[in-house]
């Protein structure tokens, strides 16, 4: 591994973990979404530092994810709450991991499957994502395969919320309502329904009314949130590896896109594209050495990204570069320059960065 880490806050993460908890007046189970490799925290590590804490189960997006976890032998419950074939479930039936049926035709699959163990599972419901889940019209069709079925243990019912990142969203207000009705119906048949629930991060932050008795934080726990109770629990940061100046005139970087007005120090930096630094970024973006704010000069390349370092009087090999950090560029500051968001910027940390856990 090179000199570019991501440096992850077990302190921080806890203090969101907390913030989360402190929100709820009554008991509400947890499920700690950790899939994309935890949105690019590290997978294994942060679900061994989540398992510390009183947590539900362990949500990822599909079976590759799950065998992850446990093969670094991760012993909380798994939930796969994404893509899943006839195969996968089966294999997840055999290794006891929770899955997700969201099409009627799974229905049929799993029902007609002769195993002695119970087939756990969480039913999605489609409220207006038009995504996966089962619509509302189907719903009948639903409750009458899953009756009378004693093979099937049907633990959860939920539905994925469009845009509770908005306080003001008629719409979640429609969709939980859609929600609600639809939980009323299936519990006039399924008396034990575990787990019910529709708040993701924005929803837990926005709408109380979104949790019913199970919440999914996902990037809420990760700290990357416009709520300045949360803190950041990533740092990017890599060294400077090559110093040089260059004439008025000279180009840097492919395409020679940038040309220097006049006589500059430039830095290079071992972090391009490859490692999570979004091309994007080239001639806009800036990060920051020895307090001193510096520009991106040219095309950030696959490896390298070339920085401008005049204005800094003292610099040298190995000098620190800050790509995004609690005290001078957020990883959400950056996502805003280049009119994204801050999980595109995390969840592209590439696996090459090492992770160090603090």
Known sequence: MGPTKAIISKKNLYHNFSYLTDKFEKKISIIAIVKANAYGHGAVEISKILSRKKIDYLGVANIQEANELIDHGIKKRILILGSISNHEISEAIDKKITFTVYDIRQLNFIRNIKKKIKIKFHLKIDTGMNRLGISESEIDEAILRLKNNSNLEFEGLFTHLVEADNKKSQFTQKQLKSFNRIVEKFQDHFKKIKYIHAANSSGILNFKKSYFNTVRPGILLYGLSHNKKLKPVMNLETKIIKLRMIEKGESVSYGRTFKAKKKMKIAVIPIGYADGLP???????????????????????????????????????????????????????????????PYDIVCGISKRVKRIYT
């Open 279 to 341: 091309r994007s970024l080239s001639n806009i973006g800036h990060v920051y050495c020895n307090g001193k704010k510096c520009k991106i000069l040219g095309r950030v390349c696959m490896d390298l990204t070339m920085i401008d370092v005049s204005t800094i009087k003292s610099v040298s090999i190995d000098d620190t570069v800050k790509i995004f950090d609690d005290t001078n560029q957020s990883a959400t500051q950056l996502a805003k320059k280049i009119k994204t968001i």
